[in-house]
């Protein structure tokens, strides 16, 4: 079963900036299209960026320009790099499969907090 866990979430004023990372445990991990998902109180999870095993990505319009994803297919991980946030960024971030993440599958996410 693949497993995802989450780290580097944080305390940050707006504009500040985190890297979070994800470690996926599989060993089919660079066939896998990896995506970051955040999800706020009452919402639903949402997706922000994901990235092909190839390298190749795509972020949502409303990160597009402050938040980066990559991958290290040699660490099993992926990386979203995340500047300028702003306080509508607040949310706990997790990592999935996409387009069709495993709903067995889901961390306990990492909690990013942006302060006004």
């Known amino acids: 079963q693949v497993q995802f866990e989450e780290s580097g979430g944080g305390l940050v004023q707006s504009g500040g900036s985190l890297r979070l990372s994800c470690v996926v445990s599989?060993?089919?991990?660079?066939?896998?299209?990896v995506g970051w998902y955040r999800q706020t109180p009452g919402e639903q999870r949402d997706l922000v960026a994901h990235?092909?095993?190839?390298?190749?990505?795509d972020v949502v319009d409303s990160v597009k320009g402050r938040f980066t994803i990559s991958r290290d297919n040699a660490k099993n991980t992926v990386y979203l790099e995340m500047n300028n946030l702003k306080p509508e960024d607040t949310a706990v971030y997790y990592c999935?499969?996409?387009?069709?993440?495993?709903?067995?599958?889901w961390g306990q996410g990492t909690r990013v907090t942006v302060s006004s």
């Open positions: 599989t060993t089919s991990f660079r066939f896998y299209v």
């Open positions: 999935n499969l996409y387009p069709r993440p495993l709903t067995d599958s």
């Open positions: 990235v092909f095993g190839n390298g190749d990505t």
